[in-house]
């Protein structure tokens, strides 16, 4: 089993970080400067079913609600991207998003249109803040349940479903009893009352409180992966096969699938930019999971390894202008060599003009000293270079060779209508002369110019 490198840095939500001890993680942390996400964002091509797709993958401080939420689309078409594109600006996902919403206006009954272009606007408000997070506050008493949002509204919105996999066992009753009744944002509340310690039981208010305290606090310590078994079984129950949602977990915003009765999260870190790792199974609450490709066979560690997002920018933009200028150069050579070829031989058609592919993401390539061809390589070449020399001489002489009959041809009907016409005038004689002068001219260029080549 290869196990995932750590979670990417979530934009901000109103959950814990799953790195501390959970109850420790519930009191209000500090504050402290966020770095400021990126504008854009690498594209990666997958395999998906039978067909080539486009993915956004996430960088270290990249918003991943807009992210898990435009894959989902792009995978079930939804949103397309221009299939060179290698780099998407967040102001053109939002665009994108706004084009849907608006294609998929409903028509008809005044009311349910009002709705709808209310829920649009809702969802423009809130676009702006996808660049950074939104605000969740999970509900244990079911996979979905969230407290609703203007923001959670945006899920909604394009019909995407949202889920989450930390929930209580019933089969622990004390703990169902308490954890399945609350928010979040309730939990919060006792948590800090169990890690100050100030559990009362004086009264019986009290005792039931410094109890339901008690009862989270030992639960979030025990669970502290945003996850539990009973979580993933009811994944497996609430989800239909080969249905794409989206999963929060550990304050992150993964897209998740049910593929032949197997949870799979899409792969979406930038560092599986270049590696064939498209899926993370998702069977245990432990991170050991196992990296599919597109066609979801298992790739060994090799083909998965995670490559730090800083290291793609260690990549120039000359090394990008350079490697699209040398296939440009390389198209126009190819070109150049087929209307050389076409001349030759004589042919009248036209020949096909190659165009220069549109440059993509320079892959990083380790470093290789340039060294002199071998002497065998030359010769090669050498030999190549006369063979094609003697072959271009052999369809000359073969033009050749067809042109004299008839020329000859020619020549012999016209000393058959003279001989035939012995009145004809002076003048009409020179100027079949001066034709066939002329003929004789324009072969004798054509064997200059062919010597010349």
């Known amino acids: 089993a290869v196990v995932s490198p750590s979670q990417p840095v979530a934009a901000t939500v109103a959950a814990p970080a799953a790195s501390a001890s959970p109850a420790a993680s519930a009191a209000p942390a500090p504050a402290r400067a966020v770095p400021e996400p990126t504008d854009e964002y690498y594209v990666k091509c997958i395999h998906w079913r039978n067909s080539t797709r486009q993915i956004i993958t996430q960088n270290l401080n990249g918003p991943c609600p807009l992210v898990a939420l435009c894959n989902v689309l792009l995978l079930r078409g939804n949103i397309s991207l221009h299939r060179d594109i290698g780099v998407v ?10 084009e849907c919403l608006f294609d998929r206006r409903p028509q008809g009954v005044p009311e349910v249109v009002a709705a709808y272009e209310s829920t649009v606007q809702s969802c423009i408000e809130v676009f702006p803040s996808l660049q950074r997070g939104l605000d969740v506050n999970v509900k244990f008493s079911g996979v979905d349940g969230f407290e609703f949002t203007k923001e959670l509204s945006v899920f909604d919105a394009f019909n995407v479903p949202l889920y989450h996999g930390w929930l209580p066992d019933p089969q622990d009753p004390v703990t169902y009893s308490v954890l399945s009744q609350l928010g979040y944002n309730q939990m919060v509340e006792l948590v800090a009352l169990y890690n100050g310690g100030d559990l009362d039981d004086e009264t019986p ?26 979580g993933i079984a009811e994944l497996h129950r609430g989800l239909r096969e080969e249905e794409l949602c989206v999963l929060f977990r550990n304050n992150h915003f993964h897209v998740l699938l049910k593929h032949k009765n197997e949870l799979l999260l899409l792969a979406t870190d930038q560092g599986f930019l270049h590696t064939a790792a498209v899926w993370e199974t998702l069977g245990n609450v432990d991170n050991d999971s196992v990296f599919l490709d597109g066609n979801f066979r298992t790739i060994n560690s090799q083909s998965a390894v995670y490559i730090p ?36 031989a004589g042919n009248q058609t036209m020949p096909a003009v190659v165009r220069p592919t549109p440059a993509r993401l320079p892959q990083p390539q380790p470093a290789q000293q340039s060294q002199p061809p071998p002497a065998a390589k030359q010769l090669s070449d050498l030999e190549l270079a006369k063979a094609l020399q003697r072959e ?16 000859q041809q020619q020549h012999q009907q016209q000393q058959h209508q003279q001989q035939q016409q012995p009145n004809q005038t002076l003048r009409e004689r020179q100027a079949e002369e001066r034709w066939l002068q002329q003929q004789r001219e324009a072969q004798l260029r054509y064997e200059q110019q062919h010597q010349q080549r």
């Open 205 to 230: 208010a009290a005792a039931a409180q410094s109890h339901k305290a008690l009862v989270v606090g030992q639960w979030m310590d025990a669970n502290p992966s945003q996850l539990t078994y009973h």
């Open 392 to 407: 271009e001489d052999e369809a000359f002489r073969r033009m050749q060779a067809q042109a004299q009959p008839h020329q």
């Open 89 to 98: 600006t967040f102001s053109h996902l939002i665009q994108l998003l706004s």
């Open 309 to 344: 997002p800083e290291s793609h920018h260690a990549t120039s933009a000359a090394d990008g202008v350079d490697a699209a200028q040398m296939e440009r150069d390389r198209q126009l050579a190819l070109t150049l060599q087929h209307e050389e070829n076409a001349s030759t």
